[in-house]
């Protein structure tokens, strides 16, 4: 289960990456927000980070304007992982190497072209878990 959600400035992405998750039949929960009338991001944020800790979804899909202030967010929050990509490379790496939770995107910094590729790339990435990266992950959660 992917948990999704936005601010006004991730709203339009939103949508496009909903059709496109319904698209390829994944299953996913919307968490806002619902409409380009402004909200506070953390808000959401929050929300999705609360999904994956208490364990009802696996992977995260945040959008605020430019993804920072919502990965900022998410990262405050003990267990996530929250990867800011702009391009399918990062994506990939991030999965392989950060076994990232969350995908911020950046709704007025990416095109939904590019950012469903991204999408894509980050779903469709495992972990590689590889012992060097895991345990560089395990003294982040030590932290
Ligand atoms: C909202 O105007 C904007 O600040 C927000 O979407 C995001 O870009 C914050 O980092």
Do not use: W
Not at 52 to 79: D, H, P, Q
Not at 108 to 129: E, M, N, W, Y
């Amino acid at each position: 289960m992917i948990a999704v959600a936005c601010d006004h400035g991730g709203y339009m992405l939103k949508q496009e990456i909903l059709k496109h998750l319904d698209k390829r039949n994944l299953a996913y929960r919307d968490f806002g927000c619902d409409s380009e009338e402004a909200v506070d991001y953390p808000v959401y944020a929050r929300k999705v980070t609360d999904a994956i800790t208490k364990g009802e979804c696996e992977r995260g899909i945040l959008i605020c304007g430019t993804g920072i202030g919502i990965s900022i967010a998410a990262n405050k929050v003990k267990g996530i992982r929250a990867a800011l990509c702009t391009d399918c490379f990062t994506a990939e790496a991030t999965r392989l190497h950060n076994d990232a939770n969350i995908l911020a995107l950046g709704g007025r910094v990416v095109g939904p072209g590019l950012a469903l590729k991204i999408v894509d790339t980050f779903l469709d990435t495992p972990f590689s878990q590889e012992e060097r990266h895991k345990k560089r992950i395990s003294l982040i959660e030590e932290e």
